[in-house]
T-cell receptor, first 106, second 115 residues
Framework: KNEVEQSPQNLTAQEGEFITINCSYSVGISALHWLQQHPGGGIVSLFMLSSGKKKHGRLIATINIQEKHSSLHITASHPRDSAVYICAALGDKLIFGTGTRLQVFP | DAGVIQSPRHEVTEMGQEVTLRCKPISGHDYLFWYRQTMMRGLELLIYFNNNVPIDDSGMPEDRFSAKMPNASFSTLKIQPSEPRDSAVYFC?????????????FGPGTRLTVL
């Protein structure tokens, strides 16, 4: 069993839909990192959070430390949101999930 | 600012050759990270520096890999000798924060192919 698991692995949506990507981890962490990797390969850091919720534009990240679970939400999804979303748990070391591939169709 | 700069963007080499990847972090950033991404293993943190000092190199796969940061504006990741299983995209990232992990800025990556 991977220490950091993401679901779903693949996700397709119509433009405008509300998207949820989940990340569960089994190790103790001090923070959780959400990254976005564009189809061209470039990586953007979205959020680093250790409790509660953070919001940036249409993106919202939440974390529940007790349940060892984090979610990334995208409101009013758009084709430009199509990317791979990766969570990484920061404990004794940084452990990455395998990513969720999101495709948003117009 | 030009962002994090990596060179070369693509590197093709033969097994046994030495490979040097280069990174210029964003000016003023005091953390620098080296990552590797493969289809099989996904993203992995190899090593990170704070103020030019290596803090955690536990992700470096083996002695064939070495990383240096001689000054605040330059870092290298060297593989000697290279092997086909080292083929991957290598990312460098930098950040400025007390923890180092907040809002990292990633370079475009170097795609390494070892034949």
């Amino acid at each position: 069993k991977n220490e950091v698991e993401q679901s779903p692995q693949n996700l397709t949506a119509q433009e405008g839909e509300f998207i949820t990507i989940n990340c569960s981890y089994s190790v103790g962490i001090s923070a959780l990192h959400w990254l976005q990797q564009h189809p061209g390969g470039g990586i953007v850091s979205l959020f680093m959070l250790s409790s509660g919720k953070k919001k940036h534009g249409r993106l919202i990240a939440t974390i529940n430390i007790q349940e060892k679970h984090s979610s990334l939400h995208i409101t009013a999804s758009h084709p430009r949101d199509s990317a791979v979303y990766i969570c990484a748990a920061l404990g004794d070391k940084l452990i990455f999930g395998t990513g969720t591939r999101l495709q948003v169709f117009p | 600012d030009a962002g994090v700069i990596q060179s070369p963007r693509h590197e093709v080499t033969e097994m046994g050759q030495e490979v040097t990847l280069r990174c210029k972090p964003i000016s003023g950033h005091d953390y620098l990270f080296w990552y590797r991404q493969t289809m099989m293993r996904g993203l992995e943190l190899l090593i990170y520096f704070n103020n030019n000092v290596p803090i955690d190199d536990s992700g470096m796969p083996e002695d064939r890999f070495s990383a240096k940061m001689p000054n605040a504006s330059f870092s290298t990741l060297k593989i000697q000798p290279s092997e086909p299983r080292d083929s991957a995209v290598y990312f460098c990232a930098s950040s400025l924060s007390p923890t180092g992990y907040n809002e990292q800025f990633f370079g475009p990556g170097t795609r390494l192919t070892v034949l």
